[in-house]
Nanobody, 121 residues
Framework: RVQVEESGGGSVQVGGSLRLSCAAS?????MAWFRQAPGDRREGVAA???????VYAEAVKGRFTISRDNAKNSLYLEMNSLKPEDTAMYYC??????????????????WGRGTQVTVSS
């Protein structure tokens, strides 16, 4: 079992930046960030595997950067040029049954409680 906990959310203005962190209790090969706004489905933001392969959602390409520190069992999401539509609860997820990288939440076993990101204009 992997326990994960997010931190780093907050409120910023349009164009601002935030860095999210996720601490995992042990190593997990597949890790990802998801987000969910009120009334919307949970959607994948970015995923990374233990070898550093990465996939991004089209909506965040060029603005967000996912990274990990395997020695610290930690996952990060650097978010730049934030837009109001980035406002959501952001979740860290670990351990996917998918053979490869995926942004489909159905494949991930372990989830944090989320950290809120609010972007105001």
């Amino acid at each position: 079992r992997v326990q994960v906990e997010e931190s780093g959310g907050g409120s910023v203005q349009v164009g601002g930046s935030l860095r999210l962190s996720c601490a995992a209790s042990t190593y997990a090969d597949s890790m990802a960030w998801f987000r969910q706004a009120p009334g919307d489905r949970r959607e994948g933001v970015a995923a990374i595997d233990g070898r550093g392969s990465i996939v991004y959602a089209e909506a965040v390409k060029g603005r967000f950067t996912i990274s990990r520190d395997n020695a610290k069992n930690s996952l990060y999401l650097e978010m730049n040029s934030l837009k109001p539509e980035d406002t959501a609860m952001y979740y860290c997820a670990a351990d996917s049954t998918f053979a490869g990288l995926t942004l489909d939440p159905v494949y991930f076993f372990y989830w944090g409680r989320g950290t809120q990101v609010t972007v105001s204009s």
